[in-house]
């Protein structure tokens, strides 16, 4: 019954969490031994509970801009019952094993929903891999372009061939951010021959346009080529691209795969409902990378997910990758209507930078928001989107991803009775009567966006954990039930 719409019971064991029996019928409760909780959820849709593989929580070291206590409550109020944390933005990266413990010293006790954490490849951290791996990371991350924080230096491809090797039979995932500056972006001609090639913005700084021809398709489409001139190196080694934007990539990975590499992709939920021709100049909101491109690429990535033989792209995420205020650098008409609050004073070279897509600091907030945002681009504009496919790039797939296929992702005995209770003809505008933007700050893109289908509750190992419209912002008089996810990969 898992992965197909119709009538279903599920019973979940109070004592284990565990999904126990399923049923294709809805039994009623003189069913059961008399006195069993039961709740009749008819006529709403229950999916597993969502796997976002791809958060930056930030803590501890930036817990202004996110932190486990406000990111698990948002995740949790969008039917997100696990949420795989970045291994940067936090201070220090989680590089290390003793860094993998400070994260866990922070997030102990502070977590609404299950949290697993990811491990970081930086130069010179070759020896950290496989102990990280054993101390339960569910899978590595590394840069090929600056990642916007200095404690997080992107990686040569010496050093992702030394990663390579080092891993290539640990039970893993190495994923990359697959940006990469070309030697030469654009011609200059005889210039080449002596001067470095033209790397600054063409345009005003805060039009969007500016911002996306300065980070091109080939931008994409050359990263990836170099992670795939490695493979060969770890043929048994899993390997993931990160946010993939541009549809351009997709070949390149097609072509692998065909040739036996086992590479995925994932992309992420901005890069299916935004488009750059509607992003207003200064509206720094949309400022992430790789950027958000134009409708007929979106298009395009709905109709890889869709596509009925194998799609390079697997799964669909979040990056919610937040920010203060002050760092988006929003300007005075945006954040007008933006913010609930005016910022905190912000210094005179920061006001001047306002609106700057450059200046801004890079990330779409958005973890426990997905599966409206999908939902709502299903019903507007895709019509043959389906719940059993979100369940699958959205809980199946991105379970699969980092080593949890035995126990979350999917609704069938044995699993943890993760459970999001999905109403699918629901609208709502997200922010209004603070609903929809329980992370620490309230800046994204999707403000004020109407939204159609709404989760009315989540449940965490076979208990309630939040209810739309619920007393204490839903959690009632909950305290955070969250596991962290350590037990090593197999
Ligand atoms: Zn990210």
Known sequence: MSGRLGPATIVISVNTGKIVSTHDSVLVPSDFPYGTPYADHSPHILLPGLVDAHVHLNEPGRTEWEGFWTGTKAAASGGVTTVVDMPLNAIPPTTTVIGLQEKIRAAQGQCWVDVGFYGGIIPGNLSELRPLVNAGVRGFKGFLIDSGVPEFPAVSSTDIAAAFTELSTSPTVVMFHAEMIPPISESVGDDVQWSLPPLAPIGPLNEYATFLASRPVSFETYAISQILSLAHLAPE?????????????????????????????????????????????????????????????????????????????????????????????????????????????????????????????????????????????????????????????????????????????????GFDGDVCVFDDKCEWVVGRTGEGMLFRNKVTPYQGKKMKGAVQETWVRGQQIWKRGGSGGGFGGMKPVGRLLLEPRR
């Open 237 to 413: 080694l899993p390997l993931h691209i990160v946010h993939l934007s541009a549809i351009e990539a997709i070949p390149l990975l097609r072509e692998a795969r065909a040739a036996g590499v086992s590479i995925t992709a994932e992309t992420c939920f901005h890069y299916l409902s935004l488009a750059s021709e509607s992003i207003r100049d200064g509206d720094t909101r949309h400022k992430c990378c790789p950027p958000i491109r134009t409708k007929s690429n979106q298009d395009r990535l709905w109709a890889e997910l869709a596509r009925e033989d194998d799609s390079v792209i697997k799964t669909v995420v979040s990056d919610h990758s937040p920010c203060t205020p002050e760092l988006k650098l929003l300007p005075p008409a945006i954040e007008a209507t933006a913010l609930p609050t005016p910022p905190a004073e912000a210094d005179m070279e920061m006001e001047k930078r306002k609106g700057d897509f450059f200046s801004a600091w890079g990330g779409v907030s958005s973890v426990g928001l997905g599966l409206p945002i999908l939902w709502t681009s299903a019903l507007e504009n895709h019509r043959s989107i389906t719940p059993e496919m979100i369940a699958k790039w959205c809980c199946e797939h991105t379970a699969k991803q980092v080593g949890l296929e035995t126990c979350k992702g999917k609704l069938e005995v």
